[in-house]
C-alpha cells in the first residue's frame, strides 16, 4: 500500500470515528444546560417551595416566636372554625372582593375603551389614570384618609358647601369597607385599563372598517367585535384582581385597623395579629392556608366558568 493510500484510509477511520462521536454527543443528555437554570431554581425552591412546606407544617404545631411546640395535626383548623374573628374576617374578604372586582373589571374596560385613540389627550389621561398605581400603600392611605376624616376632610368639606352630613367612611361599620373600596379601586385601575388598551390595540383595524362598510353601529361593533376580541384579557383581568384583593392588607391596616368592632379586618391582617402581635405562629400558619386554598379555588372557579362560556 502506498503512503497516499495509508493517508486516505486513517482519514476514513477519523472521520467515521468523528462521526460515531458526534452522533452520541448529540444523543446524550446535556447536564450542562442545566446550569442554565440552576439561579432560578435556586431561589424559586428557597423563597417559594421551602416556605409553601415549613408554612404547612407550622400550621400542624403549636408553635410560637421561640419554639416549635408540639404537634396538634388539625387542631389550629379547629380553632380557626371556632374562632368568631376569623369567620368575620372571611366575610370581611369575600364582600371587599365583591366589592372592588366587578369595578376594577368594567371601569377599567370603559377607560380602556375612551382612552384608545391616538391623540395627545388621550396619552395625557392615559398616564394621569396610570399614575396611581405606582404609588405606595402608605400614600393612597393618608391621601383616602385626608378625604374621608370626619368634619375637617374633603369629603365632609364639600358636604358643608350643601348643609349635608358627609358619609362617615372610616367609622359606619356599614359603610367602612366601601370606603376601603373605594381607595382600592382609584389606586390599582391603572393596571387593568393598560391590560385593556394593549388588547385593544391589537385589534386588527380591517375588522372595524368591514363592520363600518356594513354599516354597524357602535353597539354592535362594541358587542360583536371588541368584546370577543378581548375576552381572554378580560379573564385574565378578572383573575388578577381576584387574586389581588384575596389579599388586602396594607389599606385596611393603615386606614381604620381592622375595625371598627372587627368591620374593616380583611384575613391577612387576622394573620398578620395572630402570628406578629399574639406569636400564635401556628394558627396565622393555618389562616395562611386558609387563605391559600380561597385564592386557588376561586381563581380556578373563575377560569372554568369564563372557559366554559368562551367554548359555548
Known amino acids: 500500500m502506498s503512503d497516499a493510500q495509508s493517508t486516505r484510509a486513517a482519514l476514513a477511520r477519523h472521520d467515521k470515528k468523528g462521526v460515531k462521536t458526534a452522533t452520541a454527543n448529540i444523543n446524550a443528555p446535556r447536564w450542562g444546560n442545566a446550569l442554565f ?50 369567620l368575620k374576617a372571611v366575610w370581611n374578604t369575600f364582600y371587599f372582593v365583591f366589592l372592588s372586582v366587578p369595578p376594577l373589571a368594567l371601569v377599567g ?59 362617615a367612611f372610616l367609622s359606619d361599620p356599614d359603610l367602612v369597607m366601601i370606603g376601603i373600596a373605594i381607595a382600592t379601586v382609584w389606586w390599582c385601575i391603572g393596571l387593568p385599563m393598560m391590560l385593556y388598551l394593549s388588547a385593544l390595540q391589537q385589534i386588527p383595524k380591517e375588522i ?16 360583536y367585535i371588541t368584546l ?6 378580560v379573564i385574565l383581568v378578572v383573575i388578577i384582581q381576584i387574586v389581588m ?49 380561597m385564592i386557588l379555588i376561586a381563581a380556578m372557579a373563575q377560569f372554568m366558568v369564563s372557559r366554559k362560556k368562551g367554548d359555548n
Open 228 to 233: 370577543p376580541s378581548i375576552k381572554r384579557t
Open 37 to 86: 437554570i440552576a439561579p432560578y431554581m435556586v431561589f424559586f425552591i428557597t423563597l417559594l417551595v421551602f416556605p409553601m412546606i415549613w408554612n404547612i407544617w407550622l400550621s400542624l404545631h403549636r408553635a410560637d416566636a421561640f419554639s416549635m411546640g408540639r404537634f396538634i395535626g388539625i387542631g389550629n383548623y379547629v380553632r380557626l372554625l371556632n374562632d368568631g374573628v376569623f
Open 245 to 293: 384583593q384575596f389579599q388586602l392588607f396594607g389599606q385596611a391596616r393603615l386606614m381604620t385597623n381592622g375595625g371598627p368592632n372587627n368591620e374593616s379586618l380583611p384575613m391577612v391582617l387576622y394573620i398578620y395579629q395572630m402570628a406578629f402581635t399574639r406569636w400564635d405562629i401556628g394558627l396565622g400558619a393555618a389562616a395562611s392556608e386558609v387563605l391559600f386554598v
Open 109 to 167: 374596560l370603559f377607560l380602556a375603551l375612551a382612552l384608545n385613540r391616538q391623540t395627545k389627550t388621550a396619552a395625557a389621561l392615559r398616564t394621569l389614570y396610570f399614575s396611581s398605581s405606582v404609588l405606595s400603600v402608605t400614600i393612597v392611605t393618608l391621601i383616602w384618609r385626608i378625604v374621608f376624616i370626619g368634619q375637617f376632610g374633603l369629603l365632609a368639606t364639600i358636604y358643608g358647601w350643601f348643609d349635608a352630613t358627609p358619609p
Open 208 to 223: 372595524y372598517e368591514a363592520a363600518a362598510l356594513d354599516n354597524a353601529g357602535r353597539w354592535r361593533t362594541l358587542r
